[in-house]
């Protein structure tokens, strides 16, 4: 079951991930000015989109609101 569970969590990781760097990209904004907006480092910005890192709930709500969304939002995924 353990295995099934992380599995799962590393799509949403990623499916999040790409929805973040979208986002960005189209507001114009590089890692490092997501990062300093979101109150975070741009590498942990990187790892984030590349699905590599959790994000803890504190930094999802951070990276909604540099990206003008609500934490809702930013977590549905398809």
Request: aromatic content about 6%.
């Amino acid at each position: 079951m353990a295995r099934r569970s992380y599995k799962i969590n590393k799509v949403f990781c990623r499916k999040i991930g790409k929805k973040i760097k979208n986002l960005r990209m189209e507001l114009g904004l590089s890692q490092e000015q997501l990062g300093f907006k979101a109150k975070m480092s741009g590498s942990f910005i990187g790892r984030i989109e590349r699905g590599e890192n959790d994000m803890p709930l504190s930094a999802a709500i951070n990276v909604a609101k540099a990206l003008n969304l609500t934490l809702p939002e930013l977590v549905d995924v398809k």
